[in-house]
């Protein structure tokens, strides 16, 4: 089973960009039909889906966040990368990397479980504040 943890800043002041990374490990992000997310909870929230790429490198957005998000990878380091531009104390979250496979439904996209994914990052806290 592949293992993934999130690294990246913990504190962003609003108006930047929030980059985080996540670190896959026990498998390769380039396996077939297997699609990498950003998921977040803020604090006292469900979880919401913000984003994936798909072993091929396409992405796909929540339509939420589309227009300041960004996701990315670096198959030689085994990779992908969120960038979540123009933050406000309302993007304050703990930010999780999930992976599946297959592609989330539209149902697993806007309201995703635990159970959709097959792997989990611990998450990482991301405060934005001035």
């Known amino acids: 089973q592949v293992q993934l943890q999130e690294s990246g800043p913990g504190l962003v002041k609003p108006s930047q960009t929030l980059s985080l990374t996540c670190t896959v490990s026990g498998g390769s992000i380039t396996t077939d039909n297997y699609y990498w997310s950003w998921i977040r909870q803020p604090p006292g929230k469900g979880l919401e889906w913000i984003g994936h790429?798909?072993?091929?490198?396409?992405?796909y957005y929540r339509s939420f966040f589309k227009s300041r998000t960004s996701i990315s990878r670096d198959t030689s380091k085994n990779q992908f990368t969120l960038q979540l531009s123009s933050v406000t104390p309302e993007d304050t979250a703990v930010y999780f990397c999930?992976?599946?496979?297959?592609?989330?439904?539209?149902?697993?996209?806007?309201?995703?479980?635990?159970?959709?994914?097959?792997?989990w990052g611990q998450g990482t806290q991301v405060t934005v504040s001035s």
């Open positions: 999930a992976s599946r496979v297959g592609g989330p439904t539209i149902a697993t996209r806007m309201t995703p479980r635990r159970l959709d994914f097959g792997s």
């Open positions: 790429i798909s072993y091929s490198g396409s992405t």
